[in-house]
């Protein structure tokens, strides 16, 4: 007898819980199978060592390609909150519309198919370290090997305690753009609708993501002030000294294309903030402004704080970075835990930390994916450092460039040592290396 799809879901389903050789999973909630949530597990085990990444942004999509790449037989979840990935380098460009939304946007589905992992959308809600597992939106995962990739957040708490209205209007109204998310597209509008005013800038003390951007950000946003005749102008609030790195690009950009467009204040050190009147007090004066691009100081992304990897300074309070070995990067409680990319904290005294970039945070997925097959496979991990290369666009006709790039190496005691060289020359010729260094990168991540 033929059965149809129908009777056959009906015959199944009442061969009733004690069948052991049914297929079929028998309902253990009164929810639906696939509804899930965070009490059930999200994936039964493949066999082979698993290796779960949270966090699918720069650092750990390259380290779950990587993974696979290493040794076949390992078990790849990349756990990620948002639907598709968004550069955050190059984002610059495409605010006054060098580059288009596609050349930005990523997906997820094609590179995991392609390399064999699993990519599960999914907010990534605690961490269980002592079960080894970590807690979703919809279920629970457990792991051999984590590595987290968690990125920043902003550190509101720093201007505003425990204000969260505050914090949230500083947030709708004048966003920062530093994670990808609504903000970004925010700001493009922001920028397309800008008639002119004080717009103000406030930049993160160090470490923060990526150094030289904001700069490159206020170079591009005084270039179409300037080339649509708007009437406004930007003030940088830099608690630095000067802009770094790539001091003297910045300042001659500033001073020779830019000298009606931007005001650079150093020694802007924020003392405080009101969103609602737009009014910020620092120590090199106080500012009003009509529009505000606000960026609260950076921590490492939320998910370093609930795996409880943030360190502790000599008074006990909390870095805002990972904690971790700075050559091997697994947490120095926990071998098995990796964290990548912007969350961790200082590596080196010479420098304190590895700059805060998609650079870095791509040669640390590399890395830490090869220190895990090695382990997996009974091998001695052998130390391996990164680098770092920058390139910034200064100006957008002509299309001119300048860079920085970072070298690491270890000395007789272990230190990690580091030698910063700038390309303080703008020129046509950085913006081809600029561009094939994107694409260098998008095809390590994503084919
Ligand atoms: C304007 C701008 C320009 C830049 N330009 C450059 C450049 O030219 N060169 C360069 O090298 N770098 C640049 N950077 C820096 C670069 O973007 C970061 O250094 C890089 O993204 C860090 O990678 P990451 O993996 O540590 O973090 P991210 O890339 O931010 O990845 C973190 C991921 O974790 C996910 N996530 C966070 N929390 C959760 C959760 N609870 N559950 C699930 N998922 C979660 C996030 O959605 C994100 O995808 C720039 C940054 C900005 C803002």
Same mark, same amino acid.
């Given at each position: 007898?033929?059965?149809?799809?129908?009777?056959?879901?009906?015959?199944?389903?009442?061969?009733?819980?004690?069948?052991?050789?049914?297929?079929?999973?028998?309902? !253990?909630?009164?929810?639906?199978?696939?509804?899930?949530?965070?009490?059930? %597990?999200?994936?039964?085990?493949?066999?082979?060592?698993?290796?779960?990444?949270?966090?699918?942004?720069?650092?750990?999509?390259?380290?779950?390609?990587?993974?696979?790449?290493?040794?076949?037989?390992?078990?790849?979840?990349?756990?990620?909150? +948002?639907? @598709?990935?968004?550069?955050?380098?190059?984002?610059?460009?495409?605010?006054?519309?060098?580059?288009?939304?596609? $050349?930005?946007?990523?997906?997820?589905?094609? *590179?995991?198919?392609? /390399?064999?992992?699993?990519?599960?959308?999914?907010?990534?809600?605690?961490? =269980? &370290?002592?079960?080894?597992?970590?807690?979703?939106?919809?279920?629970?995962?457990?792991?051999?090997?984590?590595?987290?990739?968690?990125?920043?957040?902003?550190?509101?708490?720093?201007?505003?305690?425990?204000?969260?209205?505050?914090? =949230?209007?500083?947030?709708? /109204?004048? %966003?920062?753009?530093?994670?990808?998310?609504?903000?970004?597209?925010?700001?493009?509008?922001?920028?397309?609708?800008?008639?002119?005013?004080?717009?103000?800038?406030?930049?993160?003390?160090?470490?923060?993501?990526?150094?030289?951007?904001?700069? =490159?950000?206020?170079?591009?946003?005084?270039?179409?002030?300037?080339?649509?005749?708007?009437?406004?102008?930007?003030? *940088? #609030?830099?608690?630095?000294?000067?802009?770094?790195?790539?001091?003297?690009?910045?300042?001659?950009?500033?001073?020779?294309?830019?000298?009606?467009?931007?005001?650079?204040?150093?020694?802007?050190?924020?003392?405080?903030?009101?969103?609602?009147?737009?009014?910020?007090?620092?120590?090199?004066?106080?500012?009003?402004?009509?529009?505000?691009?606000?960026?609260?100081? /950076?921590?490492?992304?939320?998910?370093?704080?609930?795996?409880?990897? *943030?360190? &502790?300074?000599?008074?006990?309070?909390?870095?805002?970075?990972?904690?971790?070995? %700075?050559?091997?990067?697994?947490?120095?409680?926990?071998?098995?835990?990796? @964290?990548?990319?912007?969350? @961790?904290?200082?590596?080196?005294?010479?420098?304190?930390?590895? %700059?805060?970039?998609?650079?870095?945070?791509? $040669?640390?997925?590399?890395?830490?994916?090869? $220190?895990?097959?090695?382990?997996?496979?009974?091998?001695?991990?052998?130390?391996?450092?990164?680098?770092?290369?920058?390139?910034?666009?200064? +100006?957008?006709?002509?299309?001119?460039?300048?860079? @920085?790039?970072? &070298?690491? /190496?270890?000395?007789?005691?272990? !230190?990690? *040592?580091?030698?910063?060289?700038?390309?303080?020359?703008?020129?046509?010729? #950085?913006?081809?290396?600029?561009?094939?260094?994107?694409?260098?990168?998008?095809?390590?991540?994503?084919?």
């Amino acid at each position: 007898m033929k059965l149809t799809r129908r009777q056959f879901i009906a015959a199944t389903g009442a061969l009733g819980a004690g069948a052991a050789t049914s297929a079929i999973a028998q309902p !253990t909630s009164p929810l639906p199978f696939l509804i899930t949530t965070q009490n059930g %597990p999200l994936l039964p085990r493949a066999g082979g060592k698993r290796v779960v990444v949270c966090g699918g942004g720069w650092g750990g999509i390259t380290a779950a390609k990587h993974l696979k790449k290493n040794d076949p037989t390992l078990e790849v979840i990349l756990l990620e909150r +948002n639907p @598709v990935f968004f550069s955050c380098p190059m984002s610059n460009k495409w605010l006054i519309d060098v580059v288009d939304s596609d $050349y930005l946007t990523w997906s997820y589905l094609p *590179i995991a198919q392609k /390399h064999d992992y699993r990519f599960i959308q999914t907010e990534v809600v605690a961490f =269980e &370290r002592e079960h080894k597992r970590v807690i979703t939106a919809q279920g629970w995962i457990d792991y051999d090997y984590l590595i987290i990739g968690a990125g920043i957040r902003y550190h509101y708490e720093a201007w505003f305690g425990n204000d969260r209205k505050a914090a =949230e209007h500083a947030r709708a /109204h004048f %966003p920062a753009a530093y994670i990808p998310n609504a903000e970004h597209y925010a700001l493009k509008q922001g920028i397309r609708n800008f008639k002119g005013g004080d717009l103000v800038m406030t930049l993160p003390p160090p470490p923060h993501r990526c150094p030289p951007s904001p700069y =490159e950000r206020a170079c591009l946003i005084a270039w179409h002030i300037k080339t649509h005749g708007i009437k406004g102008r930007i003030t *940088i #609030l830099d608690p630095k000294d000067s802009p770094k790195p790539i001091t003297e690009g910045f300042k001659e950009a500033f001073a020779t294309l830019y000298k009606d467009q931007i005001t650079y204040v150093p020694n802007a050190v924020i003392t405080e903030v009101d969103p609602f009147n737009r009014k910020i007090r620092t120590k090199a004066g106080d500012f009003r402004f009509d529009h505000g691009i606000l960026m609260a100081p /950076h921590q490492a992304g939320d998910m370093a704080w609930k795996a409880g990897a *943030i360190g &502790r300074n000599a008074e006990g309070k909390a870095t805002g970075w990972a904690d971790v070995d %700075p050559v091997f990067l697994n947490l120095r409680d926990d071998r098995d835990v990796y @964290v990548i990319g912007d969350a @961790v904290g200082a590596v080196s005294p010479q420098f304190n930390f590895y %700059p805060k970039a998609g650079h870095v945070a791509n $040669y640390q997925g590399r890395i830490v994916a090869r $220190y895990i097959a090695d382990r997996v496979a009974g091998k001695t991990p052998r130390a391996a450092l990164p680098d770092n290369l920058c390139f910034m666009m200064v +100006n957008a006709s002509p299309r001119e460039d300048i860079a @920085v790039r970072f &070298r690491y /190496h270890l000395d007789d005691k272990g !230190t990690i *040592i580091q030698e910063q060289i700038d390309d303080n020359l703008r020129r046509d010729d #950085l913006v081809t290396e600029d561009f094939q260094w994107a694409s260098r990168m998008f095809e390590d991540m994503f084919t």
